[in-house]
């Protein structure tokens, strides 16, 4: 059973950089694809970012393409999330999500295994 802890959350500025991080814990996390998403007030889970085990494939989100990278250390059980010109749309909770398929992960949210419990960004001035 694989936990899921997101850090790295909170207040920016529009136009500022966040670095979200999600450590791993309970599984072989170099067997996994990794992914990110989010959900703000009203609205459904969406999409952000996805990375395949060995973090040669990438996929995003064509809302967050060019703004955002998404990053893997496998020695570390560490998947990243670098957001930078960060919109008020960005607001949201942003979840960690491990699946063995990386084609889970990037049509999701819907059949994934593993979850974390969330961490906020709230972009404003």
């Known amino acids: 059973q694989m936990q899921l802890v997101e850090s790295g959350g909170g207040l920016v500025r529009p136009g500022g950089s966040l670095r979200l991080s999600c450590a791993a814990s309970?599984?072989?996390?170099?067997?996994?694809?990794m992914g990110w998403f989010r959900q703000a007030p009203g609205k459904e889970r969406e999409f952000v970012a996805g990375?395949?085990?060995?973090?040669?494939?990438?996929y995003y989100a064509d809302s967050v393409k060019g703004r955002v990278t998404i990053s893997r250390d496998n020695a570390k059980n560490t998947v990243y999330l670098q957001m930078n010109s960060l919109k008020p749309e960005d607001t949201a909770v942003y979840y960690c999500?491990?699946?063995?398929?990386?084609?889970?992960?990037?049509?999701?949210?819907?059949?994934?295994?593993?979850w974390g419990k969330g961490t906020l960004v709230t972009v404003s001035s």
């Open positions: 309970g599984g072989t996390f170099s067997y996994y694809a």
């Open positions: 990375i395949s085990w060995s973090g040669a494939e990438t």
């Open positions: 999500a491990a699946d063995r398929s990386i084609l889970t992960i990037q049509y999701g949210p819907s059949g994934i295994n593993y």
